[in-house]
């Protein structure tokens, strides 16, 4: 279906791009735009595309391409816009290092181990998926527990089930899509069950794919246990209190033979941690400039392994810029420094990118911590003095505040840090 060219590996590149999905793919053509030769983007899997693939849903695009387009569809206009833009792509390759100088080594099927000489290096490696251990579900430890993303790839990939009748636990978004997609199948959903007061995916995925399909979302309900000798039999769910603690004397049974746990993604930062790149306890992506620029000079770094995203549209955005930069970089060009801090205060999780600068325009990207309707946006000096404020008719954590910043909303501004606040009108 997604075809790659075959090619020869050079010793020698411009650029390499850890990551061959939407992020990975998008910097690699932008890289070359900016006129970088030689831009290689390695990959682990079989095909590039990344979790696109698997995403068969529409939904993608609306931004980026004025269409909507379902994710192998958009996986595959990128995929030929980079290599008709000249980059080659190194499929069946994980890239396990980026040396002090930008050495990149990396193991292939094709190649074995190799060291490639590189100038600049683009990370671009995705997200992976919280499990059962990552959140201490007690109980037995039967077949039939998967995480949504591995239940998608079954169903979509492979052709194959995970089960008859499933509770689904988390109401992010992979969880809703594969909520209506199991129900599709002639699979019972028995019902969602989401920890937190408010769902945790976009609005358009509950409406979607839980309220047209009658599947029912428990809010502020968890699982307290897994029963089964070999496969699951039941799982047990509670309502939980204003501290999200279970109220075990309330809770019933919901037969099932699969539990899907659908509780988060959490950015790939191996090599992240092992290039010992500054993170952001909260995203657990590397802190990034402007430029989007880690903190280690020439490595660029963009996509859900930087902060999970919920529109691919944005990745596309956020590659383009870490692309640029880097191709830049690797004809010599440093990226100008940034001379202002982003500091997440009142309501706000993140802000990404981690610092700007007063002369260019940003878009910043942050996520909220609670929902609030009828809001504003505010950045103020840390001493309080409002420099910017744009109204919100709303917000909730799952989805993504965009906030574009022109050089002309800062002009009066001459501190070197921005309090970020969203606070109630
Ligand atoms: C189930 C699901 C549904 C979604 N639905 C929508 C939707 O409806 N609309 C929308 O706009 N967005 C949607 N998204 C979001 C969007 O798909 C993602 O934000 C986007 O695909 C992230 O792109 P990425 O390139 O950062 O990561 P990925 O697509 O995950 O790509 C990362 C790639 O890096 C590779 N890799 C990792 N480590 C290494 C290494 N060391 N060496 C080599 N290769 C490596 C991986 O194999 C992978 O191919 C959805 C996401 C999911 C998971």
Redesign the pocket.
């Known amino acids: 279906m997604i075809d790659a060219r075959p090619h020869v590996l050079h010793d020698h590149y411009d650029v390499v791009v850890?990551?061959?999905?939407?992020?990975?793919l998008g910097a690699a053509l932008a890289a070359r735009e900016a006129g970088a030769e030689r831009v290689l983007v390695?990959?682990?899997?079989t095909e590039a595309g990344?979790?696109?693939l698997q995403?068969i849903?529409a939904?993608?695009g609306l931004h980026h391409f004025g269409e909507e387009l379902t994710?192998p569809e958009y996986a595959q206009r990128v995929l030929e816009a980079a290599l008709d833009g000249g980059v080659d792509v190194l499929t069946d390759?994980?890239?396990l290092d980026v040396g002090a100088d930008r050495a990149v080594k990396l193991l292939s099927g094709e190649h074995g181990v190799a060291t490639l000489d590189t100038r600049a290096a683009v990370l671009?490696?995705?997200?992976r998926e919280r499990t059962r251990s990552a959140i201490r579900i007690p109980g037995e430890r039967p077949a039939g527990v998967f995480t949504a993303?591995l239940a998608?790839r079954l169903v979509n990939l492979h052709g194959v089930l995970p089960g008859r009748r499933v509770a689904i636990l988390g109401s992010g978004?992979?969880g809703l899509?594969m909520a209506r997609r199991l129900t599709l199948e002639g699979v019972e959903v028995a019902g969602v069950f989401e920890l937190l007061p408010h769902a945790n995916g976009l609005t358009r995925n509950v409406v979607q794919c839980l309220h047209d399909f009658d599947i029912p979302l428990h809010l502020s309900t968890t699982v307290i246990g897994i029963d089964g000798r070999d496969r699951v039999e039941r799982v047990t769910v509670a309502p939980v209190d204003d501290h999200r603690r279970p109220l075990p004397d309330r809770a019933w049974d919901v037969a099932c033979d699969t539990l899907l746990v659908s509780v988060g993604l959490i950015p790939?930062n191996e090599?992240s941690r092992q290039l010992r790149l500054r993170l952001d306890p909260v995203t657990q992506g590397p802190v990034v400039t402007s430029a989007m620029e880690t903190s280690r000079d020439g490595v660029f770094a963009c996509?859900?392994?930087v902060h999970i995203?919920?529109?691919?549209?944005f990745?596309s955005a956020e590659a383009t810029l870490a692309g640029h930069h880097a191709g830049l970089f690797a004809a010599g060009r440093h990226p100008r420094a940034d001379n202002v801090r982003l500091q997440p205060a009142t309501n706000v999780a993140y802000c990404v990118p981690h610092t700007i600068s007063t002369e260019r325009e940003h878009t910043v990207y942050l996520r909220v911590r609670n929902p609030l309707e009828r809001c504003v946006l505010r950045l103020s000096t840390p001493d309080g003095v409002v420099v910017h404020e744009r109204k919100l008719r709303y917000v909730v954590p799952p989805e993504m505040v965009n906030l574009r910043l022109r050089p002309a909303v800062l002009a009066d501004f001459h501190g070197d840090a921005l309090q970020v606040e969203v606070l109630a009108r």
């Open positions: 850890a990551g061959g999905g939407p992020a990975g390695v990959d682990r899997e990344g979790i696109l995403c849903h939904g993608f994710g390759a994980y890239l671009a490696m995705g997200a993303g998608q978004d992979i899509i790939e090599l996509g859900n392994v995203h919920d529109l691919v549209d990745v």
